[in-house]
C-alpha cells in the first residue's frame, strides 16, 4: 500500500513565524503536491512538484514556498505565517510515468496561526 | 474551464436508506478523466475510483456505484443501503489529460458531508 506521511496532525504557531511542513512518500512517486482545505472551497493547490529540485505553482501560491531535494520529500514553507493561513493541508502523490493515475494522500496537518 | 460542482453542501440518510451524490463537471477537453474520493473524519482522502472520458459504463463496486454521463457532464455516485460507516465527506475531482507528461493536477469539487444516521 503507498503511505503518504505528514509530519504533525496538530500545529500552532505565531504569527510572522517560518513554518515547515513535511511530507514523505515510499512508493518511488514522481508527482508531489500540497493543498489546502477550507470549509466551502474543497482543495485547492498550493504547489506541485514533477521531480525532483523541480516545482510549479498552483492556483494559491501566495505566502508559499516549497522544496523538493530527495525525490520522496516535499515539503511546504510559509516564510511569514499569518492568520490567513490557518487551515488543514493535505499533501498527496501519484506516479508521473502513467496517465492520470490516482492521487494518494496523507492524513493532513491542520495548522493554526495565532 | 475547468469546474467541478456538487451542489449539495450536506446530506443526511437513516441507515439502510439510498443515497446519490451528485457531481457536475465543465472542461474543453475531450479526453479526462473524473475520480471520487471519501474523507472520513480522521482526515485522510480515500482514492474510490477513476473514470476516463471514453468509458460511459457505469460501475459497481458492493453497495457503491457510479454513473458517468456525458450528455449531461455529470459523475453521480449512489451508496445502496448505506451504513454508519459511510459517514465521510465525498469529493468528485476532473483531471485533463496530461500534456507531455502527466502531471495529475486534480480540480476538486468543494465536497458533500454525508451523515448516516443509525
Known amino acids: 500500500d503507498v503511505k503518504v506521511t505528514q509530519s504533525s496532525r496538530y500545529l500552532v504557531k505565531r504569527t510572522g513565524e517560518k513554518v515547515f511542513l513535511e511530507c514523505v512518500q515510499d512508493m518511488d512517486h514522481e508527482n508531489m503536491f500540497w493543498y489546502r482545505q477550507d470549509p466551502g472551497l474543497g482543495l485547492r493547490l498550493i504547489y506541485f512538484s514533477y521531480d525532483v529540485k523541480m516545482k510549479e505553482k498552483g492556483d494559491i501560491p501566495e505566502g508559499y514556498s516549497v522544496s523538493r531535494e530527495k525525490k520522496e520529500r516535499f515539503s511546504l514553507i510559509l516564510e511569514s505565517a499569518s492568520t490567513n493561513q490557518t487551515s488543514m493541508y493535505l499533501c498527496?502523490?501519484?506516479?508521473?510515468?502513467?496517465?492520470?493515475?490516482?492521487?494518494?494522500f496523507g492524513d493532513g496537518t491542520r495548522l493554526s496561526i495565532l | 474551464a475547468q469546474k467541478v460542482t456538487q451542489a449539495q453542501t450536506e446530506i443526511s440518510v437513516v441507515e439502510k436508506e439510498d443515497v446519490t451524490l451528485d457531481c457536475v463537471y465543465e472542461?474543453?477537453?475531450?479526453?479526462?478523466?473524473l475520480f471520487w474520493y471519501k474523507q472520513p473524519p480522521s482526515g485522510e482522502l480515500v482514492f474510490l475510483i477513476r473514470?476516463?472520458?471514453?468509458?460511459?459504463q457505469n460501475e459497481i463496486s458492493g453497495r457503491y456505484s457510479w454513473n458517468f454521463q456525458k450528455s449531461t457532464s455529470s459523475f453521480n455516485f449512489t451508496i445502496t443501503a448505506s451504513q454508519v460507516v459511510d459517514s465521510a465527506v465525498y469529493f468528485c475531482a476532473l483531471s485533463e489529460a496530461g500534456r507531455g507528461g502527466a502531471t495529475n493536477k486534480l480540480i476538486f469539487g468543494t465536497g458533500t458531508l454525508l451523515a448516516v444516521q443509525p
Open positions: 473514470r476516463n472520458s471514453f468509458d460511459e
Open positions: 498527496a502523490s501519484s506516479y508521473r510515468r502513467r496517465s492520470n493515475q490516482p492521487q494518494h
Open positions: 472542461t474543453r477537453d475531450t479526453t479526462y478523466y
